[in-house]
């Protein structure tokens, strides 16, 4: 085993002062593994491309989806996608006035009882003004929209399914809600 001891006649080194980064050597290159001969290298398995994320058309925000979430269709500036629970929906609006978000937001308040008073939340350093209604659907199940305003941002979301699942589903309507990331 070596000596830690420096050699004879060797100055020591002086100690690096704590508010110097230090690095650390490189490792080594990772060598490719050969295949057997006569054998062709595997793909890598690619994620296709936005997979699980909705990218703004302006650049401004990302949204993080929610596992099993199907885009159903895209029109006028708002994303509709599907969720895997029954009745589940999400849409995500985009806009590049700030009053079109209010607007939107009354849009979805019309005909549905407001349950409690709005919540404030923080999502990528921004505050969202999230809004919980029920209303009865044509089949006569009672249903939550949960409606989420970022202001200043030009992003509005709503999330719709059956109320009686939306005790279950706070977990993951926190999570997305909150995973939005705003561009610098």
């Given at each position: 085993?070596?000596?830690?001891?420096?050699?004879?006649?060797?100055?020591p080194?002086?100690?690096?002062p704590?508010?110097?980064?230090?690095?650390?050597?490189?490792?080594?290159p990772?060598?490719?593994?050969?295949?057997?001969?006569?054998?062709?290298?595997?793909?890598?398995?690619?994620?296709p491309?936005?997979?699980?994320?909705?990218?703004?058309p302006?650049?401004?925000?990302?949204?993080?989806?929610?596992?099993?979430a199907?885009?159903?269709?895209?029109e006028?500036?708002a994303?509709?996608y599907?969720m895997?629970a029954p009745?589940?929906?999400?849409?995500?609006?985009?806009f590049?006035?700030?009053?079109v978000?209010?607007r939107?937001?009354?849009?979805?308040?019309e005909?549905?009882?407001p349950?409690?008073l709005?919540a404030?939340?923080?999502a990528?350093?921004r505050?969202?003004?999230?809004?919980?209604?029920?209303?009865?659907d044509?089949?006569?199940?009672?249903?939550?929209?949960?409606?989420?305003?970022?202001?200043g941002?030009?992003?509005?979301?709503?999330?719709?399914l059956?109320a009686?699942?939306?005790?279950?589903?706070k977990?993951?309507?926190?999570?997305?809600?909150?995973g939005v990331?705003f561009e610098?």
């Open positions: 085993m070596a000596s830690m001891r420096p050699k004879a006649g060797a100055q080194e002086p100690p690096i704590a508010d110097v980064p230090v690095e650390a050597p490189p490792e080594p990772i060598k490719p593994v050969a295949k057997t001969e006569g054998e062709l290298p595997d793909l890598a398995p690619e994620a491309e936005g997979a699980g994320i909705y990218a703004e302006f650049g401004r925000y990302r949204v993080a989806l929610p596992d099993g199907v885009q159903e269709k895209v006028d500036n994303a509709f599907r895997p009745k589940t929906a999400f849409i995500v609006h985009s590049r006035q700030e009053d978000g209010a939107l937001a009354a849009r979805f308040a005909g549905r009882k349950n409690g709005p404030l939340m923080s990528g350093g505050n969202v003004k999230v809004s919980l209604y029920t209303a009865r044509e089949s006569g199940e009672t249903m939550a929209w949960v409606v989420a305003l970022y202001p941002s030009g992003l509005l979301t709503v999330i719709s059956p009686k699942d939306y005790p279950a589903a977990g993951w309507i926190q999570t997305l809600l909150r990331l610098p």
